[in-house]
């Protein structure tokens, strides 16, 4: 009997010795869902009045498509002064004011306020906020009056050269956590498999044609922070709609070609610094991979710990930009030609690699950081806003 009241008294102080051990490292004990409730609320509440706008509202004089096609022009292609009338000319990193910009604008308010809500629902389980998020989800995916067509042929278009092109796949980034919006509706069971249904017939119509299409082959292997942010979103709607296909092959293009490709030996991206936005886009790409890491890690795949077989693996990259998240003055390249001043922001990639690795350090810097940026182009770039909906 002693013996036993004795082994019960050591496993009891192993247990509390345990605890103690993994609550030295603070992100073991940080609690997301209390640190950003008051801040998703807020945002929420103002858009339980708001109603939806989508792509239809809006129609795009110099689109070749029609009023459900999905419609914008390339950021960096200006008209030639040597010849006005003629194609534009491409001036790269500096942003067109003159470009048609309303479809984007309207994805982006979508993006912003759906995950929003649906962050608010999870937090306090109000169904307000959910009733809320299905209104819209239903008007970009459902109404056949509002409906976006699940696909981009007129993207980024170029005046005088092009109607569309596949790299303006990354337009649709910003679908990415409206999609993991929707999961978490669904695991609370708030929406039904039948209200759910169309809603993820819409993706798995756009992940085949982002699969299969020309212009989705194109941007697949395109090379730079483009092939990345295609894989986030084809791994993202594939978990999304259960393509288990498509996530294997996401698997294998993480591994192979993006790390491979993309990161040098020291965790840095040279295709990212050789731009005019060198900081901006190293931020990007970097929280798009980190981002291709959380969706495609599960059970039996580990993103998080692969390495080629030249030792490349994100961890590196992390640890080769946080200084210069910490001290942007430290950055020893060129500085952006635009918006420099504006990054960083609380980037997604911080957080996520904090809880991955068990970085305290990644998780307070993120805390220090602007989560709402107002900033027409840093949002453009900052299409994970709501932690709460991931972690």
């Not at 709607?237 to 993309?262: P, S, T």
């Not at 640890?319 to 430290?330: A, R, V």
């Amino acid at each position: 009997m002693m013996r036993s009241v004795y082994n019960m008294k050591k496993i009891i102080i192993t247990f509390i010795i345990m605890m103690l051990l993994l609550g030295c490292n603070n992100q073991n004990v940080f609690d997301l869902e209390t640190f950003e409730q008051d801040r998703v609320i807020k945002i929420a509440d103002e858009y339980l009045k708001a109603e939806p706008i989508t792509i239809t509202n809006f129609i795009a004089e110099r689109s070749t498509g029609g009023v459900h096609d999905y419609y914008s022009e390339g950021d960096y292609w200006w008209p030639n002064p040597e010849d006005p009338t003629g194609p534009y000319i491409r001036k790269d990193g500096l942003t067109n004011p003159d470009n048609f910009v309303a479809h984007r604008k309207a994805m982006r308010r979508f993006s912003i306020i759906v995950p929003a809500l649906v962050a608010a629902y999870k937090i306090t389980g109000d169904e307000k906020y959910a009733e809320q998020a299905v209104k819209h989800l239903n008007a970009w995916f459902v109404n056949p009056d509002s409906k976006m067509n699940p696909n981009l042929l007129y993207a980024q278009a170029i005046s005088g050269k092009v109607a569309g092109r596949g790299i303006g796949i990354i337009d649709t980034i910003h679908l990415v956590e409206v999609a993991q919006a929707i999961i978490v509706l669904e695991k609370k069971r708030f929406l039904s498999f039948g209200d759910a249904l169309p809603i993820k017939q819409w993706f798995e119509e756009y992940l085949k044609w982002l699969v299969t299409s020309d212009f989705g082959i194109e941007e697949r292997d395109n090379g730079n922070n483009h092939s990345t942010c295609w894989v986030m979103q084809a791994g993202m709607y594939a978990k999304l709609v259960n393509n288990e296909a498509v996530l294997i092959e996401c698997r294998e293009i993480y591994k192979h070609l993006i790390l491979q490709r993309q990161v040098e030996a020291d965790g840095s991206f040279p295709l990212e610094l050789k731009r005019t936005k060198p900081y901006g886009y190293s931020l990007f790409n970097l929280d798009a991979m980190v981002m291709v890491c959380a969706i495609l890690t599960d059970g039996t795949n580990n993103m998080w710990q692969f390495a080629t077989e030249d030792g490349k693996n994100i961890k590196d990259a992390m640890e080769f930009m946080y200084p210069y998240i910490k001290d942007k003055s430290k950055w020893p390249y060129k500085k952006d030609v635009m918006y420099f001043d504006q990054w960083p922001v609380r980037q997604p990639s911080l957080l996520f690699a904090g809880f991955a690795f068990k970085e305290s350090k990644y998780i307070e810097l993120w805390k220090t950081l602007n989560p709402d940026p107002t900033e027409e182009e840093i949002i453009r770039n900052f299409p994970i806003r709501q932690p709460v909906l991931w972690i």
